[in-house]
């Protein structure tokens, strides 16, 4: 069975539902970069205010039935449909500056950027784009990337203090946050999305700097 159908059935079991105003496919089937291997990574976003616990508990029932779903698990070794329901609320996280690096670039660039809409009810996506695409507002980029920056440095201060106790995972894991925190500067220093969590550095790189 082809991806294209396996889609198309799952696209048929959200339609006329009226809670769901959209259903994306994200990652690397929404970019063109999918193998045997890659899952189908579905968010199904609903009506502002609308219960998500039915919703997934007959998807539950449908994933574990449906044949095409069957099919697609038998396709490659790790292959399934990753989907999630959301009510989604876009809202800049507010934390201390040493809870750096995050996801929330990640998000708004997997969800309302690189997504392929499956499905949509009104203008949904257009809404939720409205102050984040193509990219949020100065004031807020301005205190991200210092937030961001502050932590990279933050991290790397760390490194040479765990070398000189011999604590080696300890200072592999600050060089390893640092680089996460340097990555998420650069795209916010470049206004620019990342495309999902597992994008290769080298991919991530020279999207943000071209």
Known sequence: MRTSARLGAIRDFFAGRPEVDLV???NSCARGKATPDSCLDIV????????????????R?????????AALKTAGAFSDVH??????????????QDEYPEDFEIMIGNYLVYAVPLRERGDRLRQLRVGWVPCYGEELRAARLARATWCCRHHLDHIPLYVARGLWYQALDRLHLAFRAFLQALFIGHRTYPIAPSTPASDAVVAAVH
């Open 61 to 69: 029932a449908f994933h574990a039935a449906a044949p095409a779903i």
């Open 44 to 59: 199904v976003i609903v009506a502002e205010g609308a219960p998500v616990a039915p919703l997934e508990t007959e998807w």
């Open 24 to 26: 994306l496919l994200t």
């Open 83 to 96: 989907l999630d329901i959301l009510d989604l609320i876009i809202e800049a996280p507010d934390h201390p």
